[in-house]
């Protein structure tokens, strides 16, 4: 059991560059989620998606796209690159307390992607 | 915009002591969970409490939560050099309801001294 793992650990992108973070579980978890987490700002939730085929935005979706094909994998795309999006990002999973509720208990976290844009 | 904040925002205090952190939210709530990140890592869950407790144990760890004040507190008993770590609590999401994600606060840094 790997857990979540997120691809890659680190990132430089130019201005104006796209790129797509990875983010997979293998717990077979219904929900999964993206943060990004700057300094003294804890972490702020951009999409998430409660199964597979339906994703939502978050807090702070601008500027990132996703999509939940499988229930494994969850990437987040950056469309345009640009510096205000230099940040830690961190995908995280989870599961509800019985079926069809939507009461989550414990997420589980990947590592993490230290991305930069210059 | 966040539903937790933690207090203090830093804390520093030597080994064996006991370190309480705090921790306030806006709206109701289904549960509060508090998570420990260590620097550079990912997010690792401590303690899950139901909005229907109030107390809540495990090893070294307690945890209370106040509905009607709408807070909670995070105290960690004899604290070691390992418990060195932002610790952050998490309520779940007002996005479309519980709908499987959490809402964290700023985090608690603690640093515990040898």
């Known amino acids: 059991n790997a857990g979540v793992t997120q691809t890659p650990k680190f990132q430089v992108l130019k201005t104006g560059q796209s790129m797509t973070l990875q983010c997979a579980q293998d717990?077979?978890?219904?929900?999964m989620s993206w943060y990004r987490q700057d300094p003294g700002m804890g972490l702020r939730l951009i999409h998430y998606?409660?199964?597979?085929?339906?994703?939502d935005q978050g807090e702070v979706p601008n500027g990132y796209n996703v999509s939940r094909s499988t229930t494994e994998d969850f990437p987040l795309r950056l469309l345009s690159a640009a510096p205000s999006q230099t940040s830690v990002y961190f995908c995280?999973?989870?599961?509800?307390?019985?079926?069809?509720?939507?009461?989550?208990?414990?997420?589980?976290f990947g590592q993490g992607t230290r991305l930069t844009v210059v | 915009s966040q539903q937790g904040e933690e207090d203090p925002q830093a804390l520093s205090i030597q080994e064996g002591e006991n370190a309480t952190m705090n921790c306030s939210y806006k709206?109701?709530?289904?549960?509060l969970q508090w998570y420990r990140q260590n620097s550079g890592r990912g997010l690792v869950h401590l303690i899950l409490?139901?909005?229907?407790?109030r107390e809540k144990h495990s090893g070294r760890l307690r945890v209370t939560l106040d509905t009607s004040k709408k807070s909670s507190s995070l105290l960690i008993t004899a604290s070691r050099a390992a418990d060195t770590a932002s610790y952050f609590c998490?309520?779940?999401?007002?996005?479309?309801?519980?709908?499987?994600?959490?809402?964290f606060g700023k985090g608690t840094k603690l640093s515990v001294k040898p």
């Open positions: 995280a999973s989870s599961y509800a307390l019985r079926p069809g509720s939507h009461r989550v208990t414990e997420a589980f």
């Open positions: 717990m077979n978890h219904e929900y």
């Open positions: 998606s409660v199964g597979a085929g339906i994703t």
């Open positions: 709206t109701s709530i289904n549960n």
């Open positions: 409490i139901r909005s229907n407790e």
């Open positions: 998490a309520t779940d999401g007002r996005h479309g309801g519980s709908q499987g994600n959490l809402i």
